[in-house]
């Protein structure tokens, strides 16, 4: 794609002393008054700082700022509906096509994007944003407060089915008085209702949008030129974009592999600019290579290895500690990780969350004896046949291997299946099958993880977790606002889940990707797909 165009010059025709049959004075005073005119324009571009070149004459050329063509490698796409998003690929594509009320930095905090401002009353209940002017969607219609009460109300409608129902179920009503003013009234305070916003599928679509695979029509910094669900997704800068200081790219181009070898080779051979969310070995291989800036972000980000509770052999809590005290965790940081991130414990609230994370209840010791009598207790004297399911991204098949052949000295026989993220992540796949490795991304606050994955009614309780004192916990954590209260229910909630939770959290992962050094002004964030490619520049020819 080409962000230069071919203008074909502009001459201007002047008949003076063709007009034989006018009196000479009229030719002359007809002369005067075309270099008068000539005079005044060239001393009005001259007063607003621009000064014309010989050749343009009379015509002032804008030409954009923008250009080069940024060619990311990502896993196909499955869903375009932002409520339904869930991969890094997905996220990443939405997150360019429209944009956030509000958004998060790298530094985790809150940064506005379609809100510009907000006030919170001192109760805690009533949020009021003032809107961002002159944004229009990519179709030329006008964005405003309808579309931003509209999106939300979808977002929490039960009828919808998106796991955002659960997250906003606290939202009594929403209300746009006026086109730049939207309200938020909640029934219960909620110190984390700022980042509730930005959540993944919280992206503004326009009000009554009922076509997602094809129209892609947003408020964002880029637009869709051209999608082909096999191969690839094209994107041109939205010249209306409002902020007129991005993007500062011509375009962007997601290019679909469905192997990460062929993303990472991809690269090493200049047919992509981008890749991230790459197993260790993968970004290993890339050290020392020529034309590439390595990229590294400590995450909050892990892989959960759950066993459903809700069925056989599961329903049996002693299996799932079997499975635990089979684990040697160091040995999975060193072969896995390689030493890129920390040792998990068994609960989503990591050490990068340093305010709220314990040590306090110690985890089990690698017993292989142990977990073999728990298997009999439960009714497995002959050991287990298992079933594990994971997808090909990251370093879960790694996973998956070592796990394998950890268990196997418990007597447990683990056979792998390596399925691609869109048919793991699709239907009948994480949430129906009995064991399972799931890549959460990192969030900028626990209470995200323990309101979808982890408590009874969560939408993605993929383990089927369901304890009582474990949901009141949750509840006191994620309203009080007293940080003390806040920080005891965290420290209770990681004991329960070393003592009964049906998930194992072996680590959490550093994030790794790499960049061409043609690019500049790229920061990748510690969920991938939340990375804000509106200030890269390209700096190549």
Known sequence: MRSDRQIKPVILHTSIGRDFGKPIMYKVCLYLVVILLMTLLMQACSDSGVTPTPVEGLLEETKSHRKGLLRVAVQPIVQTDPAFISSDPEVLVANHIYDYLVDVSTENTIVPRLATAWEISEDGLIYEFTLAEDVR??????????????????????????????????????????PNLVTFVLAEPNPFFLYDLSDNHALVIKSGTVEFGTAFNGTGSFKVEAYSPEDRLEMVANEDYFLQDQPNLAGLEFIFFNDQTAQVEALRSGQVDLVMAISTDQFISLDGEPGLILLQVPTNGFDLVRLRSDRAPGDDPRVMQALKQATDRDAIFDLVLQGYGEIGRESPIGPLYSQYYTEETPLPERDVNAARDLLTAAGYPDGLELTLHTPDTGNRPDLAVVLKEQWAEAGVEVDVVVEPESVYYGENGWLEVDLGITGWGSRPYPQFYLDVMLTCDAKWNESHFCDQEFDQLVAIAGTTMDETERIEAYNEIQRILIERGPVMIPYFFAQLGAISDEYKGFQMKAFPGRSDLRPVTFSGE
């Open 137 to 178: 969607f990519h179709d030329g219609s006008p964005f405003s407060s309808d579309d931003v009460v509209w999106t939300f109300n979808r977002l929490r409608d039960e009828a919808l089915g998106s796991a955002t129902v659960d997250l906003y179920s606290n939202i009594v009503e929403i209300k746009g008085a006026e």
